[in-house]
Each structure stands twice: as C-alpha cells, then as structure tokens.
C-alpha cells in the first residue's frame, strides 16, 4: 500500500509555462512532505519543502502547496526552464522516536521543451 | 568531489554472489541510510543507522545486511543475490534532528 502517490509518471511542459507536479497521500500523520529533484546518473537532491501546519512554501521559481483536507500537495514551477528536466520525487516524513521514517513517491518524469 | 561516495557505481553479478556496496560520507552526519529504487515504485529503505552501534530495518531488509565501520562508513551487502534485487541503490545521510537527505550517486546492481 503505497502511502504516498504520485500518479503521473510524466510530465511535458514548453519552457516558460508553469509546470504542475501533484502527489497525494494517506497517512494523515505525516508532518512534513518535501521535493527532491533527480538527474539521469545522479542521487535525488532536496528541493523544497513543507510544514504540515503550513500550505504553502516559495523558493524562488518553486512553491509547494498543501490541502490537508485533501492530503495532496503540489509543486509549481514558474517559469520552467529546460534545466529543469529531471524526475522529481515527492517525500513525506513521520515523526519518530529517535529519528524520522521518510516515505517517497514513485515520482513524476518532467520535460522542459525549449 | 562528491559529499556521500557511493562503490562500484555499477556492478553486473550472477545468482548466488555475494555483493557489497560501499557508502562513505565526509558530512558528519550521524545518521545514514540505505535505499533501493525500483521503476515505478520510487526509494524503498532497506537499513538505517543512527550512529556506530544502531542498526535499523527498514520497509525492505530481507535479504540485506549492513555494517555501519564508523561513523562516515555504512557498507550494504547482499549475501546470496538474487534477480530480483536488480535495482539502484543510494546511501543518504542526514543531521540528527534533520528531515533532509543528502543522497550518494547511486549504485547499479545487476543479478544475472
């Protein structure tokens, strides 16, 4: 049972429009979701991330948005750029003694057409 | 240079091998961590170790063992492979304290 869902496995976007990555979740006890971004040959890179007693966190070009009555949150990028082509995986953590368990998506496959 | 050093990167063995992927960190992090990804099904963990004398499982251990030499070594191994761990492995490690992962390069590992 996945807890953490990203449903599309693709994504293509010309350059400069927004680029919309969804996830979706079941636990209602996660704390904290985040976005890390992969490139081909290399490990998964933090992005950014959210507080579940927020809804909405910006970075720059990147916000995260989360429904928690909805247990869904969202990555925006605005404007999309090439170099943005990469999978990006969403996260979501569960506090625990003595550390935290993080669960990921399966993740979405972005390509920035030029 | 790389703050997390996966070894080899990649690694072609057959059925009943025995496998060891390496995982050092210049970080200073306490905490590290072993996760495979699988197509379709995104990081699964296998172990964690919040310090020298903590080893933890995790979602997906059977099969696996680790060693966690000091405090920037955690080595995974698989003691009899099997096709079905054909994956790609990553190391993390994060702050005590902290959500944040800080991934190696990854390992491929095909079992013939």
């Known amino acids: 049972d996945q807890q953490v869902k990203q449903n599309s496995p693709s994504l293509s976007v010309q350059e400069g429009r927004i680029s919309i990555l969804n996830c979706d979740y079941t636990n209602s006890m996660f704390d904290y979701f985040l976005w890390y971004k992969k490139y081909p040959a290399e490990g998964p890179t933090f992005l950014i991330s959210i507080s579940s007693i927020k809804d909405k966190n910006e970075d720059g070009r990147f916000t995260v948005f989360l429904n928690k009555s909805a247990k869904h949150l969202s990555l925006h990028i605005v404007p999309s750029q090439p170099g943005d082509s990469a999978v990006y995986f969403c996260?979501?953590?569960?506090?625990?003694?003595?550390?935290?368990?993080?669960?990921f998506g399966a993740g979405t496959r972005l390509f920035v057409k030029a | 240079d790389a703050d997390v050093t996966q070894t080899p990167r990649n690694r072609i063995t057959k059925t009943g091998k025995r496998i060891m992927l390496e995982c050092s960190q210049t970080?200073?992090?306490?905490?590290m961590y072993w996760y495979r990804q699988d197509p379709g099904l995104g990081l699964r963990l296998i172990y964690y170790s919040f310090d020298v004398k903590d080893i933890n499982k995790g979602e997906i251990s059977d099969g696996y063992s680790v060693s966690r030499q000091a405090q920037a070594k955690f080595s995974l191994s698989l003691e009899s492979a099997i096709p079905n761990q054909t994956a790609l492995y990553f190391c993390?490690?994060?702050?005590?304290?902290?959500?944040?992962?800080?991934f190696g390069e990854g390992s491929r590992l095909t079992v013939l």
């Open positions: 996260a979501a953590t569960l506090g625990n003694t003595g550390g935290f368990k993080t669960i």
């Open positions: 970080k200073g992090h306490d905490r």
């Open positions: 993390a490690t994060s702050r005590g304290g902290g959500r944040e992962l800080f």
